[in-house]
């Protein structure tokens, strides 16, 4: 059985381009090679991505979910600070800006889906730091019927469910279909790299792909032992787009992107069709 599904993760980079990604589909194939003959009938075939949530992440982050099936929010994973979870970059007049979250002190255990958001006021200063800066981009007032109202009408008490809702909108208007799912949605089994693997079985995925800064600690073999192909996603290549103030500055939120590519915004990404 691990054979065949390590056969099924070759047919699947074979028989379709790497940027399409539907939850299942049907295969059928003869495929020879060496002289041995398959023949698969009614093959499902699933790319899983398990990722921490971030505050309105960079480009990248979208393109892993466009590649996958279903995209895992792993924030049962511990609350780190200073990081991405609750903070991101824009691009100004004087140059990068953080925007960050203000989340109120919990344990040292504490799971990102456990942090809370410390009151309302930090949204509507954000939102107004966004207008200041991207006001005169070419798609901000489209962007703005649809992301101002999560700032300015919506209030999220925990760090995960902001995280997920500006995913979602950010997506849809991406066009980007992938299953979102959270962690919790699951049961958890084994240590760090069993766990990722235990998820990725219950989602049925034939193949995880992650990022490639997981491949110091993932340990191969836990998959290789479930018939799970464990792939690199790369975030090399990504061309230049139009940015306001001055040089290009890749390390940014997608925002940055939206506003100023607007419908475009995909033609910048590798894996999102619209």
């Known amino acids: 059985m691990r054979y065949i599904q390590y056969e099924l993760t070759d047919l699947q980079r074979n028989l379709r381009p790497a940027e399409e990604s539907t939850e299942s589909e049907s295969v059928y194939s003869s495929w ?16 899983v991505a398990i990722v921490q949530s971030n505050y309105i992440p960079w480009r990248g982050y979208f ?7 279903e995209f895992i929010i792993y924030d049962d994973a511990q609350y ?16 990068p800006q953080w925007l960050t979250v203000p989340v109120l002190k919990g344990h ?7 942090t809370q958001i410390d009151g ?14 991207y006001s005169t981009a070419t798609y901000f007032a489209e962007i703005a019927d649809w992301l101002a109202p999560v700032y300015l009408e919506e209030r999220h008490f925990s760090l995960s469910e902001l995280n997920r809702r500006l995913l979602e909108v950010i997506c849809g208007y991406l066009g980007i ?5 959270n962690s ?7 240590d760090k790299t069993g766990r990722v693997a235990s998820l990725c079985q219950q989602a049925g995925a034939t193949e995880y792909v992650s990022g490639p800064s997981a491949q110091s600690y993932i340990d191969k073999r836990v998959f290789d032992e479930l018939g799970i192909q464990l792939t690199w996603f790369g975030y090399d290549g990504y061309p230049d787009y139009p940015q306001l103030w001055g040089a290009f500055e890749p390390a940014v939120s997608i925002l940055d992107l939206l506003f ?3 419908v475009e915004a995909p033609d910048y990404l590798r894996y999102c069709r619209r």
């Open 184 to 190: 919790w949605d699951y049961e958890f089994f084994g």
């Open 177 to 181: 279909l992938t299953r979102l799912t």
């Open 80 to 95: 780190t600070k200073n990081d991405w979870r609750n903070r991101n970059r824009i691009k100004t007049s004087q140059g």
């Open 120 to 133: 309302a006021h930090w949204a509507k200063k954000h939102w107004r730091t966004l207008e200041v800066n």
């Open 108 to 114: 040292l255990s504490q799971k990102i889906r456990e």
């Open 32 to 47: 020879r090679d060496g002289g041995l003959d398959f023949d698969l009938e009614n093959v499902s075939l699933k790319k």
């Open 260 to 262: 100023n590519a607007g």
């Open 63 to 69: 393109d892993l979910i466009a590649f996958v099936d």
